[in-house]
């Protein structure tokens, strides 16, 4: 059997290299030692590069300890349009010179919508990883992914009940859904300790964004002052005896694109979160080109208890997040994430496709949007409460092993 995996985006590999994983541990358990060229799983892995800036992207590949892609499509950036249409062009090329048996692809993202397409107008069969999650938001282009990939795969794995309620609904047979769990928490089982091993201000030393007055033209003839920017109450209190610290992640455009929704974002987080504990901000490329055109940007440099990091790593970002006292994001997988960690969460979001992952599920994330009074108000309520890990139903570290059984098992 010949099997091509699709990866898109950031999102997509903590769910694909679990997968990757599964197959190897099946060839070699009962096809050594060709490693599944003969008689096992021939495995392709497809990089549509849509995610084009290399630090958030390499950085991903080798934490996660996931191969070169085999093949890259070198898609880029661009519009929706832009992004599916050169995906689909290369990809029909890579399927018909390749003859998979099935096309997997994982999660929402553009790459995720055009393989889909491509693959079952080459008469491939589908599988998608993390289907059913529905937000009822068609202003999200993730939406649109999900509902497309949806409804053209011949095998639908669910993380989770509800997500297959959705499907039901939509009318899926019952033979085509699969209940596996959250491929996402396999790669967080999997990477604990590594994550647990690093130091935090290492992470931040590492990354942190420097502002112009510590940038030296010649580092040979003057070092940088050590830890520079890092908050005097972080600094002093050592790993074991601080406070706390917040930790946030935005991205959508919902939330960075418009500066009447941004600067008061800002704001509060500048004036009142970073003034209770130290605010670590790993930021995107797009919020900080938008901090900078909303005239912000230097601010937040100038705030010694804001710290803003280059995009980080997946086991720096886990690491992070393992004793965060607050998690502030518009990140669907850090809602999912936070849930098992016992981290609370401030989603900064009006719905969810991830609704498990929310309180009045059991999980440790409340919707507050991107309307301040509702978030300070979430912020301080959330501050008096306690770790809280939670497992919804098979989130157990074994899902990727169900999705490749479900494969090798098809018979619709």
Known sequence: MKIISVVGARPNFMKIAPFIKAINDYNQAFFPPNGGIEGGVQHLLVHTGQHYDIRMSQAFFEDLGIPEPDINLEVGSGTH???????????????????????????DVNATLACSVTAKKELVKVCHIEAGLRSGDMAMPEEINRLVTDRLADL???????????????????????????????????NRERAAALEI???????????????????????????PLIPLSLRRGGQGERSGYAVITLHRPSNVDREDVLVPLFRFLADEV????????????????????????????DNPNLVMLHPIGYLEMLRLNMEARILLTDSGGLQ???????????????????????????????LVGNNVERIKKEFLDTLKMP??????????????????????????
């Open 81 to 107: 349009a832009e992004q599916v249409g050169r995906t689909m062009i290369e990809f029909e090329k890579v399927l018909q010179q390749e003859k998979p048996d099935w096309v997997v692809v994982v999660g």
């Open 156 to 190: 639908l794995l669910i993380p989770d009940r509800i997500s297959g309620d959705n499907l039901r609904k939509e009318g899926v047979l019952e033979e085509k859904i699969g209940f596996v769990g959250n491929i996402m928490i396999d790669t967080l089982e999997a």
């Open 201 to 227: 201000l290492d992470i931040i030393n590492s990354n942190i964004i420097q502002h112009s007055t510590f940038l030296i033209p010649d580092s040979h003839l003057t070092p940088l002052p050590p830890d």
């Open 274 to 301: 970073a003034s209770t504990m130290p605010l670590f901000w790993p930021v995107h490329p797009r919020a900080q080109k938008m901090m900078k055109q909303f005239g912000i940007w230097d601010e937040a440099m």
């Open 336 to 366: 999912e994430e936070c849930t098992v960690l016992g981290t609370p969460c401030l989603t900064m979001r009006w719905n969810t496709e991830r609704p498990v992952t929310l309180r009045e599920h059991g999980g440790a994330s409340v």
């Open 387 to 412: 770790r809280n890990p939670v497992r919804p139903e098979l989130w157990d570290g074994k899902t990727a092993e169900r999705c490749l059984e479900k494969v090798l098992s098809f018979k619709f």
